[in-house]
């Protein structure tokens, strides 16, 4: 019996030490009128080889140099060393660290990336982290209602802000009395449309949302953007990537006064793209906002011998302790990703992610560079990117995702069902990843 | 184009050799308790074995590196392993529909009260604005049904029989209620026997049933939250199915749902027509609560849920509740037996049961806290203690099926020391942990000082 | 066993009340109600010039473990608050009656007082507490 280790006598000692004659017995408090489960349509259970075989027989292909998807998830090389460590059992199978004493490791982890992600985004405070650059946001965006003072409840939304992102937005922000008010982006640059900020009313939204890159793959103006919002008393919602954050001015020095609030995927930091989770969320405040910071927060203390020691703080504003009037319902944190960033943080360092970001940098100019050259080919937005950039082609999209399918290729994320606006146009991601064989072969097929 | 926008200085993250690194978070390792290496019999957690095999697979490289966004004619077998899931809880839980995408419990608690809310304001029910929860429950219900706009009523639970107090229900029902949120077992780990009369009386005044699936682990294979009334719950993949808790994440959240709301579930979803499996997007399910989650859910933790199920299949299934079961009641009595004073005797235990430390308390000043930093210095991690609020110096233990008798024979002696030790030497007690890499923490100098960045000593 | 002065005024939900000689009137949290609470590490303290009508949530009192809101015993505004207790929270320990003092608020309307309790009442419900 898989995972079950009681044998026979194990099971007659302990029917008698309670009381009973079978473990039927220990249900007799739940009525017939519930009936037994028969779970006829549940299939019967599989040894580990037969399981082991089916399961790697419905794996999909893998191949380095194949994947020119990015829209939200980005494949970054990861060193071995990182998951050797993150799946040793005392991290893996390690609890919520509610009980400090027994906790030691979990917890300094956490801290240590609570220190690294501020520091890479320049704001003073992280918190444990949240389940996905999205919920971030959201919870991003009920901080920031929490802590605005001017009793304005708009927030301007950039339309170049990732589109499941806005979906997220919207489900969850459903049942609060706010606007969601769309920023148009430049059809030109790429970038968001500053005379739409520029006419906005001073007090009249709560907080606008800046993307660093935007979802097009294009580099903001960022010191523009974040003074002309705070003239107008709104506060900065940040959502960044964070490799492009080791290359690019991070949040926390944005104009004048940094950003207010800032969140985004961590999933480039050491988590595989894995088919779509679990990543998770990362979310930075001022000190002076700590208590109102959802999720989870490790602090440092002693214990009564002098011993430095770590513990979950500030629990009385969750939800196992506040209850309704919690900032936020979220439980969990994501502890075991968190711990992946930390050791990919460590191993690379600044330097090292500098490197990954300048690399990711430099793929997508020469593929830019190569794919301007074929006819038949535009490259959209003419602002600078950062590792992804959209094309437009005559050819009909579907026919080019084909040919790309064919040479093993995944070729980008089609644009149109999102923004009808862009039709035959493609969203191509390349990072530290690729060779220049790669984007030669990518350039091949669409000539 | 860009020097203007580029980061000056780098950040202060230095890189660290290989060496260094390995030494460093092995250590760090080393000062956790882990299922693996220790016993973990907190309640309402369900801290079973996390089978290995689900780990390698979810490892190789045809998994690991997808990405979300491949199109379904090239991950059909992907496809399938979500779309198998999804029949495989809807089977277990007696549900019609599942969404697979709340990234965690809360997530998919969210979403099950969000479904419900949906379901009034489709019938221009717009007056529903209550949501009931039982006084016991847990913190995460009164703050979902907030978040999606609700009040909250509280029912008051019996804390002398662990049932809910049915005329207390029955008062409190009325026009405004949108819905009531139960555990079945409940927080106080003891069936909610009068559940028929419960999802009777919501349904007739026009409510739904929304089930925390917390406490799944108690009934699984045995009795299904659809068949007993309930309209729409969630899961947790982390307790239930094993998957790995991280360190406090990633968890995973499925919600199922029954006729009435399963046109409102989260999506995608995964569908099947005769050319193969296919996302279910907004377009194919119009009514849906939305999106919840960037992409799918959390695809990694499902892969390890789903492969779990395949080797557990309907048999095995079934044996969790029978042994998870055996596990709790075996305790509570050998428990009892030392001294120990049960919060229910006369019940049942489910998959957990509560040992109030109260009357050991009044005796020798020993608390439930003090217990549990005791238990440490034998290697067993504490239960859960203070929950649920209304039992006083209460521990909410949960054995699971995965733990051997010679385990749970070895905690009961571990027990026995400690009340032992309680009544000879009370202030040794108070003074625990002592093995640990480091005691009692002073936690309120941390929430006043609030030091959550620096560089560590290493 | 907890401190209960006899010339202050009380609430169920373990406010205190001293009224002043310019009628006005001093707020804080009981003994019995720091004891419950613990160590307090943080006190959100109400805006300069809130108004507020009776039972409405004034300020939150967090320690370790809970996090309390702390209710207006009567309607008026607030005129003066114990900046003190940003810096040390653990005043409302110490000295509750003293310097653990939250605010001074201007009554709206002095009859309201007269609904509150007085020392032998409060006593009596802390005791039932038990």
Same mark, same amino acid.
């Not at chain 1, 992102?165 to 430049?186: C, G, Q």
């Not at chain 1, 560079?369 to 959209?380: D, R, T, W």
């Given at each position: 019996m898989p995972f079950i280790p009681h044998t026979e006598n194990d099971i007659a000692d302990m029917l008698a030490a309670i009381g009973v004659s079978k473990i039927d017995d220990l249900f007799d408090e739940i009525r017939s009128e519930i009936p037994v489960a028969t779970l006829n349509h549940m299939p019967e259970g599989m040894c580990e080889s037969d399981m082991t075989r089916l399961l790697t027989e419905r794996m999909p292909d893998f191949k380095w140099g194949s994947c020119f998807i990015g829209a939200g998830s980005y494949e970054h090389f990861i060193p071995a060393a990182v998951w050797d460590i993150v799946t040793r059992g005392e991290f893996y199978t390690a609890y919520t660290p509610y009980q400090p004493e027994a906790s030691q490791g979990t917890l300094e982890v956490i801290y240590e990336y609570q220190s690294m992600m501020a520091e890479l985004m320049a704001m003073e405070v992280s918190n444990a982290s949240l389940y996905d650059g999205a919920s971030a946001m959201v919870e991003a965006v009920l901080m920031a209602l929490r802590i605005q003072k001017n009793n304005a409840h708009k927030i301007l939304v950039p339309k170049n802000l990732h589109p499941h992102?806005?979906?997220? %937005?919207?489900?969850? %922000?459903?049942?609060?009395?706010?606007?969601?008010?769309?920023?148009?982006?430049?059809k030109k640059s790429g970038r968001v449309d500053v005379t739409q900020l520029q006419k906005i009313n001073k007090d009249e939204f709560a907080a606008v949302i800046v993307t660093q890159p935007n979802f097009f793959g294009v580099i903001e103006e960022t010191d523009t953007l974040t003074q002309l919002i705070h003239e107008k008393n709104a506060l900065i919602i940040a959502v960044v990537n964070p490799i492009a954050m080791a290359l690019l001015n991070p949040p926390g020095k944005w104009g004048n006064h940094g950003a207010d609030i800032v969140c985004g995927e961590g999933q480039p930091l050491g988590v595989p793209m894995a088919g779509g989770g679990p990543y998770f969320g990362f979310l930075c405040c001022r000190k002076k906002d700590i208590r109102q910071l959802p999720g989870r927060i490790v602090g440092r203390t002693h214990d009564a011998q !002098?011993? #430095?020691?770590?513990?979950?703080?500030? #629990?009385?504003?969750? #939800?196992?302790?506040?209850?309704?009037?919690?900032?936020? @319902?979220?439980?969990? @944190? #994501?502890?075991?990703?968190?711990?992946?960033?930390?050791?990919?943080?460590? %191993?690379? !360092?600044?330097? !090292? %992610?500098?490197?990954?970001?300048?690399?990711?940098?430099? @793929?997508?100019?020469?593929?830019?560079?190569?794919?301007?050259?074929? @006819?038949?080919?535009?490259?959209?937005?003419?602002?600078?990117?950062?590792h992804e950039f959209a094309i437009q082609c005559e050819k009909p999209i579907e026919d080019i995702i084909v040919a790309m399918k064919k040479n093993h290729l995944q070729a980008g994320f089609v644009l149109k069902n999102n923004y009808p606006e862009l039709q035959n146009s493609l969203l191509v991601c390349v990072t530290e990843t690729k060779r220049d064989k790669d984007l030669e072969k990518y350039q091949g097929i669409l000539q | 184009m860009i020097n203007h926008l580029l980061r000056q200085p780098l950040p202060n993250i230095p890189t660290t050799s290989e060496l260094d690194v390995i030494r460093h978070f092995t250590r760090l390792s080393q000062k956790n308790f882990s299922i693996e290496t220790?016993?973990? *019999?907190?309640?309402?957690?369900?801290?079973?074995?996390? *089978?290995?095999?689900?780990?390698?697979?979810?490892?190789?490289?045809?998994?690991?590196h997808l990405h979300p966004l491949t199109d379904s004619a090239d991950m059909q077998g992907h496809l399938e392993n979500y779309f198998e899931l999804q029949n495989m809880i809807a089977e277990l839980t007696g549900m019609s529909a599942v969404s697979l995408t709340p990234m965690a419990g809360a997530q998919g608690e969210f979403a099950g009260v969000a479904m419900i809310s949906a379901y009034h304001r489709d019938r221009h029910d717009f007056d529903r604005t209550e949501m009931l929860i039982p006084d016991a429950a847990h913190g995460t219900n009164p703050a979902s049904a907030r978040m999606c706009g609700f009040t909250v009523k509280e029912i008051p639970t019996c804390t002398k029989t662990g049932d809910i107090d049915l005329d207390a229900l029955q008062k409190a029902v009325g026009p405004k209620t949108a819905g009531i949120m139960l555990t079945n077992p409940s927080t106080f780990g003891v069936f909610e026997r009068e559940i028929k009369k419960i999802a009777e009386i919501i349904h007739q005044a026009g409510g739904l049933l929304y089930y925390d699936g917390a406490n799944l682990n108690a009934i699984l294979g045995r009795v299904r939250p659809g068949d007993m009334g309930f309209d729409v719950m969630h899961l947790n993949c982390h307790k239930t199915f094993a998957t790995p808790h991280g360190g406090g994440g990633p968890g995973s959240g499925p919600v199922a749902a029954g006729a009435r709301l399963k046109e409102y579930l989260p999506t995608p979803m995964v569908g099947k027509n005769n050319d193969g499996y296919f996302w279910l997007t907004q377009k194919e399910? *119009?009514?849906?609560i939305g999106r919840l989650s960037c992409f799918m859910g959390n695809a990694g933790v499902l892969l390890r849920a789903h492969i779990y199920l395949r080797l557990l299949g309907k048999s095995g299934a079934k044996r969790v509740s029978q042994f998870a079961t055996l596990n709790a009641n075996y305790l509570m009595k050998q428990l009892e037996k030392i001294g120990y004073t049960a919060a229910f005797p006369k019940r049942r235990a489910s998959h957990e049961f509560i040992i109030t430390a109260k009357p050991l308390t009044q005796k020798t000043g020993v608390t439930a806290l003090d217990i549990a930093k005791r238990l440490l210095d034998f290697g067993i991690y504490a239960p859960t203690i203070y929950f649920p609020l209304l039992i006083p110096e209460c521990l909410l233990i949960e054995p699971t099926e995965t733990e051997s008798k010679k385990t749970l024979d070895r905690f009961v002696e571990v027990m026995k020391i400690i009340y032992n030790e309680a009544h000879t030497d009370a202030a040794k007690l108070k003074g625990a942990p002592y093995t640990t890499p480091v005691g009692r923490l002073d936690e309120v100098k941390a929430a006043r000082e609030l030091d959550v960045r620096g560089v560590t000593d290493e | 066993m907890s401190d209960t002065p006899r010339d202050l005024h009380y609430t169920e939900s373990h406010e205190w009340v001293r009224i002043e000689n310019d009628d006005t009137v001093l707020v804080g949290v009981t003994d019995h109600a720091q004891h419950q609470l613990g160590d307090l590490v943080f006190v959100e =303290?109400?805006?300069?010039?809130?108004?507020?009508?009776?039972?409405?949530?004034?300020?939150?009192?967090? +320690?370790?473990?809970?996090?309390?809101?702390?209710?207006?015993?009567?309607?008026?505004?607030?005129?003066?608050?114990?900046? /003190? =207790? +940003?810096? /040390?929270?653990? =005043?409302?320990? /110490?000295?509750?009656?003293?310097?653990?003092?939250?605010?001074?608020?201007?009554?709206?309307?002095?009859?309201?007082l007269d609904e509150l309790l007085d020392a032998d009442n409060y006593e009596k419900i802390i005791s039932e507490e038990h």
């Open positions: 992102y806005r979906d997220v %937005l919207k489900s969850i %922000l459903n049942y609060h009395p706010f606007e969601l008010i769309e920023w148009d982006y430049d !002098g011993r #430095q020691g770590f513990v979950l703080t500030l #629990q009385a504003r969750e #939800q196992h302790i506040r209850r309704a009037k919690a900032t936020s @319902n979220i439980c969990t @944190n #994501q502890g075991l990703l968190v711990t992946a960033a930390t050791i990919y943080m460590r %191993l690379l !360092g600044a330097k !090292g %992610l500098h490197e990954v970001a300048k690399k990711c940098l430099e @793929n997508t100019e020469k593929l830019k560079k190569l794919l301007s050259a074929v @006819n038949g080919v535009k490259i959209l937005f003419d602002a600078p990117t950062f | 220790n016993f973990y *019999p907190l309640g309402s957690c369900t801290m079973k074995y996390n *089978p290995r095999s689900a780990k390698a697979i979810a490892s190789l490289p045809g998994y690991f399910c *119009p009514k849906s | =303290l109400p805006d300069m010039h809130l108004t507020l009508e009776k039972g409405d949530e004034m300020s939150v009192v967090e +320690s370790v473990k809970t996090a309390a809101d702390v209710y207006s015993p009567i309607s008026g505004t607030v005129i003066e608050i114990n900046n /003190q =207790l +940003s810096e /040390q929270p653990d =005043l409302i320990n /110490q000295d509750p009656y003293g310097r653990g003092w939250i605010c001074r608020i201007k009554p709206d309307n002095l009859e309201e």
